[in-house]
């Protein structure tokens, strides 16, 4: 069950009244509240969000006692929309590495890994997007494929599939999902990609899990 445990709630500037020569306007608008996730933890994982003047995400980051740690920077072009993203991954991981996203229309386009150490190029990571479906792909130096997922999606923004595929092409497992709640999942707050676009609008009660490879179906219940 996931917690989230600190938001805090920055207020925007209360709307501008205009003067006009022959009339004065007696309205006052009222104060917009937005909230933005600063803080939360699932079990011993803690996450942080921090953000800039204009209440735009720049910096995530993970941490686990005795695992892998991440922080993500978020960069922005001239119109507001995210335009790269920079991860650098330390802790247990062999080596230490960092992601280097590009983004169209806020969506991630092409992620590249590479050692911070040597900046070699360990994986490529491409997605596309055709309706609801969202692909995501791995490819390796040389045009070594590796897996890909299939993410698909229902008109509310609830994933209702997620097919995974080998690099031969062959698909492994397949996660079905359905019985969604009326609640906003904590992870829809969730503003970086960083959930690789696994993202539910609402909570799944029930989900059905395949592995083809092992032949065996596994049917889960959640509560919220």
């Known amino acids: ?84 993203s920079k991860t650098r991954i330390t802790g247990n991981a062999a080596v230490s590495i960092q992601n280097y996203s590009y983004y169209s229309q806020n969506r991630p386009l092409v992620t590249e890994t590479r050692d911070s150490a040597t900046n070699n190029l360990y994986r490529t990571t491409t997605y596309s997007y055709n309706g609801n479906k969202t692909t995501r792909a791995i490819s390796y130096p040389g045009g070594t494929n590796g897996s890909r997922g299939e993410f698909t999606y229902d008109a509310s923004g609830n994933m209702i599939l997620e097919e995974w595929y080998n690099s031969a092409g062959t698909k492994t497992t397949s996660t079905s999902y359905s019985s969604f709640d009326d609640k906003i999942s904590p992870r829809s707050l969730l503003p970086h990609f960083s959930r690789n676009g696994i993202v539910f609008k609402n909570n799944s009660t029930a989900y059905v899990y395949t592995n083809l490879v092992a032949g065996t179906t596994t049917n889960y219940t959640t509560n919220y």
């Open 1 to 84: 069950m996931i917690k989230i445990t600190q938001f805090f709630t920055m207020l925007l500037p209360m709307a501008l009244y205009f003067f006009s020569s022959c009339k004065k306007s007696d309205d006052h608008a009222p104060i917009a509240n937005k909230t933005y996730l600063k803080k939360y933890t699932e079990e011993n994982s803690v996450y942080e969000y921090f953000y800039d003047q204009q209440n735009r995400l720049t910096q995530e980051t993970y941490s686990e006692p005795g695992y892998t740690s991440y922080t993500i920077v978020t960069g922005y072009d001239a119109s507001g929309n995210i335009s790269s």
